[in-house]
């Protein structure tokens, strides 16, 4: 690292603009993410009328009012007095300016009394209340025309997510992909730690070709499983006189369609384990279930998890998948359909939609942060499938 | 709520357990069946000899079972549907092919698909690479890089949701609440409706996937750049190569086997690409590509498995260089061993 940044150094672009370009990247990869999130804890009025990188400052507005009108003026000495405040009942902000003529609705300042002539002062304070006075009787029997420029703090809450988790079957599809995903990502991990010590460490013919073929699948496109493996679904389903889309069926699926990269994975890493180990342990009459449980699968833990997060992202943001074995039912529905159906008959309710979206990706995202490491190193191991 | 989640959980530990159940109990029966511990000694060597014959397929049986059902035979099996009606019952020849050739939204596919392979794989290395040379050498690079690489784990269909955000339309007069028409109407541009503009429309929705999978080829170029030899640099420098010329004419050429692997993964990927259409389109305004047309025909109407598999052959025959590409490196990197 050091030294690379040491040799990059000679090669030289000025400093400042390497700085600059990474910050601009990383804004532009930030930003798409930031507006779901920001938008998913705004207030649902709020979204539609102003951008969401609006919602950080206060957002001012201008608005016409009226003062009390003059039956409720008190007399204080020589002259009249009207007070109350600008905001109605549970309204709330910032008054800035005020004015009394529609061409300059920000004529004074808030908080400093302002001259209206005819012996008429106003004095609107920041909070809203007014102090309205005249050297004489007010006249006529309507408060008097104001214009106001109030600014609204920024207002955040969480009620999108309350709805979206109750009401629109996000909080059912969570726990129908965690039912998925959780064993789609143990089951394949069992299974081809066993095929990749076999295909590693013992020795039995057709082997090469095996692995041969491991390869050949990794790449082989989902697409060309769909159509017979509905139709094997349907008569299985048939056979035994139940639905065709079940839990099982769709764990075998995606332990199936992980398989080829999870024994490429954990064989490139089981293969590569010291030979003395495990010929040590046969030598000291150790069985190859033995010497599996007990040296390869604790020794190669860090390929199982370079795996198992590859499985779990992938199977928790499959969409063709689910839909295909799962079905488009409400209550079968895995968080990624749930989102893909909302986006149809939600399309333009963005607090629904920017919510559901945040509770998809949240798993993953942490799953992430948590396990970049590992991520990586798997990436770099077995970077040859395409998804 | 909570039966379900008591439930899911019950099915989740009988269906791992089941599984380690297996080879459990098989290699007991292995072993009881053939035992060894009897006092006829050129018996227990023959059991035992038999057990190492019998123990790998053991280990590997299931794995080999589901790739067969899963992989194998649906390979073979398209292909022959491929030959037959939409019911998949009378044999038509290469009538599917032939509807195929002639089709306007199947050469509308393949031409958009073109598209997507000419311009994703390319932009994605472009920009890892470019990001891998600027991060390496800043302090807060890995910052960066965690950002960049961020998207890898978001979901198609939520990367969708947060871009088609970006893209959100309001008439001229309205504000704008997506990014892209804000910032348009900002320069003085009238807003569009961008994802059903044709032709174009392609290129936003490749902006997703772009946005996406330049952290992967990040993450590869950046282990890649690292493994170069220091002298190679350093030689250039000495003989007065400039950055730029020590970029793409010591650092590029060292690493163009790992761009080669890059490239091929996200090619191998935008043959495939499905939930990212699907979600924002559904193949409308001219966007179709083969993995929806092909999920189109295999529920349209009630299904057309012929057709549909005509479609699943074509994303196939597009994979297969690069699978054959994979099964010599692999061959060639066990041969090395």
Known sequence: MASLSLRLKRVGLPRLIVHLSVLAIAILWLIPTLGILVTSIRDKDQITTSGWWTSFSSSTQTSAGRLGDPSTARQEGASYVITGSVFEQGQGGTVRSFGVRVQEPAAFPAGEPADLGEGETLTIESDGSYVYTKNGPFEGSRGKRIYLTVATPPEFTLTNYQTVLQGEGIGQAFINSLTVTIPATIIPILIAAFAAYALSWMSFPGRALIIAMVVGLIVVPLQMSLIPLLRLYNEVGNFFGTSSKTYAGIWLAHTAFGMPLAIYLLRNYIAGLPKEIIESARVDGASDFEIFLKIVLPLSFPALASFAIFQFLWVWNDLLVAIVFLGTGRDQLVLTGALNALLGSRGGNWEILTASAFVTIIVPLLVFFGLQRYLVRGLLAGSVKGG | ?337
């Open chain 2, 1 to 337: 709520m909570v039966s379900q989640i008591v439930s899911a959980v019950g099915v989740m530990i009988v269906g791992v357990f089941v599984c380690a159940l297996y080879y459990w109990l098989s290699d007991k029966v292995l072993n009881l069946a053939l035992p060894v511990r009897d006092g006829d000694v050129t018996q227990a060597s023959r059991n035992l000899n038999r057990r190492a014959v019998i123990r790998p397929w053991l280990f590997l049986g299931p794995a080999l079972l589901l790739l067969g059902i899963y992989l194998v035979y649906p390979v073979v099996a398209t292909l022959i549907l491929s030959f037959y009606d939409r019911g998949g019952q009378t044999f038509v020849g290469l009538a599917n092919y032939r509807w195929a050739f002639f089709d306007a939204g199947f050469r509308q596919s393949i031409f958009n698909n073109i598209l997507w392979l000419a311009v994703v794989p390319a932009a994605c290395t472009f920009f890892g690479l470019v990001i891998a040379v600027l991060t390496d050498r800043i302090w807060w690079g890995n910052i960066a890089k965690s950002i960049v690489f961020m998207p890898m784990a978001i979901s198609f269909v939520g990367a969708s949701v947060i871009w088609k955000f970006i893209y959100e339309y309001r008439g001229a007069g309205d504000t704008q609440i997506g990014l892209l028409n804000a910032l348009v109407t900002m320069l003085g541009g009238n807003p569009q409706v961008w994802i059903a503009l044709p032709f174009w429309n392609n290129f936003f929705l490749m902006v997703i996937l772009i946005w996406i999978q330049t952290g992967f080829a990040m993450v590869i170029l950046s282990a890649a750049l690292r493994g170069i030899p220091e002298e190679t640099i350093e030689a250039a420098v000495i003989d007065g190569a400039n950055g730029w010329q020590i970029f793409w004419k010591i650092m590029v050429p060292q690493i163009w086997g790992t761009i080669a692997v890059v490239w091929t993964t996200i090619t191998i990927l935008v043959l495939k690409v499905f939930d990212i259409v699907l979600t924002m389109t559904n193949g409308q305004w001219d966007t179709m590509v083969l993995a929806n047309l092909m999920f189109d025909w295999m529920f349209r109407g009630g299904g057309d498995s012929g057709r549909s598999a005509v479609i699943a052959l074509v994303i196939m025959a597009a994979v297969t260089p690069i699978m054959i590409w994979n099964i010599r490196q692999a061959n060639r990197d066990a041969g090395g061993h």
